[in-house]
C-alpha cells in the first residue's frame, strides 16, 4: 500500500492568513493526488484532484501543487469557514490511501 | 445535482453481516464515468477506502477486508451495496458511500453517513 503522510497534523492560523498543509507518499504518484476538507459531523468535501485542478464550486483561495511524491494543498488567505480538517488521497493503484489529516483551527 | 444516501441498520451484533445500502438519486448508477465506493471512518480517525465498484461489475477491495467484503449495484434500483461479514467492535465507523469520477480518480459526491456500531 502506498503511505501518505500529511504534516502539520494541526495547524492554528487566524483569519486572512495563508497556510500550507504538506502531504507526501510514500511511492510517486504522478500527480493521482486530491484533497478534501471535512467538517465535524459532515462527508468530507471535494477541493482538489489531479494534485492541483480546483473543483466545480470551491474559492479560488483554495490551490494545490506538486507531483510525484510531495504535494502541497495552500489556503491563500484564510476565512472562518475554512476552519477543518483536512486530509489528502492518492488514486495512483488500490488500495486508494489517505493521509492522517490536519487539523486546522483558530488561533 | 446527484445525491447519495446510506442506509442500514445502525447496530449490528459481533460476528454478524453489517450491511448497507447507497441510494442514488438525480442521476444514474450505470454511467460509465464513475464508480461507486464505500469508506469508513473509525470515532474520532482518520479516512478508510473500503472498496469500489465499477459498471461493468469489476470490484477492487482494501486488501485488509478483502476476504470479508462484497460491494455490488443493483442498477434497477439505482443502488449498490456493502456487505461486511464477521464484524468486530474494530468495525464501528461513520460509513459513507460515494461517486468516483474515473477521469480525476477523486470521491465528488459523498453521502452524509451512517454510523454503525458493532455491540452485543
Known amino acids: 500500500d502506498i503511505q501518505m503522510t500529511q504534516s502539520p497534523s494541526s495547524v492554528s492560523a487566524s483569519v486572512g492568513d495563508r497556510v500550507t498543509i504538506t502531504c507526501r507518499a510514500s511511492q510517486g504518484i504522478d500527480n493521482w493526488l486530491a484533497w478534501y476538507q471535512q467538517k465535524s459531523g459532515k462527508a468530507p468535501k471535494l477541493l482538489i484532484y489531479?494534485?492541483?485542478t480546483l473543483q466545480t464550486g470551491v474559492p479560488s483561495r483554495f490551490s494545490g501543487s506538486g507531483s510525484g511524491t510531495t504535494f502541497t494543498l495552500t489556503i491563500s488567505s484564510l476565512q472562518p469557514e475554512d476552519f477543518a480538517t483536512y486530509y489528502c488521497?492518492?488514486?495512483?493503484?488500490?488500495?486508494?490511501?489517505f493521509g492522517q489529516g490536519t487539523k486546522l483551527e483558530i488561533k | 445535482q446527484l445525491q447519495l444516501q446510506e442506509s442500514g441498520p445502525g447496530l449490528v451484533k459481533p460476528s454478524e453481516t453489517l450491511s448497507l445500502t447507497c441510494t442514488v438519486s438525480d442521476g444514474s448508477i450505470t454511467n460509465s464515468r464513475y464508480s461507486w465506493g464505500w469508506l469508513r471512518q473509525s470515532p474520532g480517525k482518520g479516512l478508510e477506502w473500503i472498496g469500489s465498484?465499477?459498471?461493468?461489475?469489476?470490484?477492487h477491495y482494501h486488501p485488509s477486508l478483502q476476504s470479508r467484503v462484497t460491494i455490488s449495484l443493483d442498477t434497477t434500483e439505482n443502488r449498490f451495496s456493502l456487505q461486511l461479514n464477521s464484524v468486530t467492535a474494530a468495525d464501528t465507523a461513520i460509513f459513507f458511500c460515494g461517486r468516483t469520477d474515473i477521469a480525476a480518480d477523486a470521491f465528488d459526491v459523498w453521502g452524509p453517513g451512517t454510523m454503525v456500531t458493532v455491540s452485543s
Open positions: 489531479s494534485a492541483s
Open positions: 488521497q492518492q488514486a495512483s493503484s488500490f488500495p486508494y490511501t
Open positions: 465498484v465499477f459498471q461493468s461489475g469489476t470490484t
